[in-house]
């Protein structure tokens, strides 16, 4: 098992950003394919990886684990009980004793259940025992974000709750390039990460993804788009929305620089920094409600960092502090006219 591990991980390589990513080998996928993809290569290749969740078995609610149970038996892709609390702690389990355990959520609403055993046990199983013992290998899946539908209990965004627990990694990925070497890093990674899909792009959002096995590092923002005016950050879903408002002004004549976060937390703060310094202005979006979201921690980071260098009050646009809605979803969400009216006051402030 070690030599298969160690050809494994010399045939894995690692990468800042995905536009590092030089091979041609490549075949398009959408988002949730290429999230079928890297668990497939990490099952593949490592023996003692282990997939499981509610449906997991069957594929999926979103067909994330299609056809891995047919290829890898149910010692290593099941189903669960519908019990989240059980299945975190399940995973803290096989973490502890030298697996590389997958688990999946169905739903990120229906994480919290498991709260406890994520935040009290997983993120300070290192910590309580001196780094004698650890859970690191643990990933925890699960959907995220609005898809068009799903009222207040199929669209939440609570990446804040575990942004606020030191020793948890979270991430969340904008397409599927990033998805597949993010989560690959991520269940790699030597500590519990939260990996939140976004539900709305499964389907929606395709690319040409690479074959090959590859990582994308940990806590590194990316500069999607250059500019010089102002700075757009956020993640997930939300950087199709700000490249749609930064269209709106290029109109008028503003140079929008976007920066995707990719993990949340950590979060890679020196990026954000260099990009405030230069445009002198910032906003931040997030479907999450405003209060306490992450455009918080953010702003508060940047105008420490950034003071004397601001030209105009950072700006968040994010989702309003009500219980997630059904019909009055697009007026609830932050959408590119929003963003575009954010913009020009920060532009003439």
Known sequence: MQLLRRVYRFGSTKHRFASDITSTNRQKMNLFQAINNALDIELGANPKALLFGEDVKFGGVFRCSQGLNEKYGT????????????????GIGLASVGYTAIAEIQ????????FDQIVNEAAKFRYRSGNQFNCGSLTIRSTWGAVGHGALY?????????????????????????AKGL???????KNPVIFFEPKALYRNAEDEVPL?????????????????????????TSIRVLKEASKLAEK??????IIDLQTIYPYDGQTLVDSVKKTGRCIITHEAPQTCGMG???????????????????KRVAGYDTPFPLVHEPIYLPDKFKIYEAIKQSVNY
Do not use: M, W
Not at 107 to 114: K, L
Not at 154 to 178: C, M, W
Not at 183 to 189: F, H, K, N, T, Y
């Open 183 to 189: 989560l690959l890093a991520s269940i790699r990674d």
């Open 252 to 257: 008028d004549g503003v140079s929008c620089e």
């Open 107 to 114: 739903f990120g609403d229906y994480i919290f259940p498991a």
């Open 75 to 90: 010692d290593r892709v099941f189903n669960t009980p519908l019990c989240e609390q059980g299945i975190g702690a399940f």
């Open 154 to 178: 199929h669209s939440q965004s609570p990446e804040a709750y575990f942004a606020h627990t030191p020793g948890l990694k979270v991430v969340v990925p904008r397409d599927p390039i990033q």
């Open 296 to 314: 918080a921690e953010l702003s508060a980071f940047i105008q420490e960092k950034c003071f004397l260098h601001l030209e105009a009050p950072i």
């Open 212 to 236: 090959d096995d590859y990582e994308l590092e940990l806590s590194k923002a990316e500069v999607v788009q250059q500019g010089k005016h102002i700075t757009l950050i956020g993640y997930g």
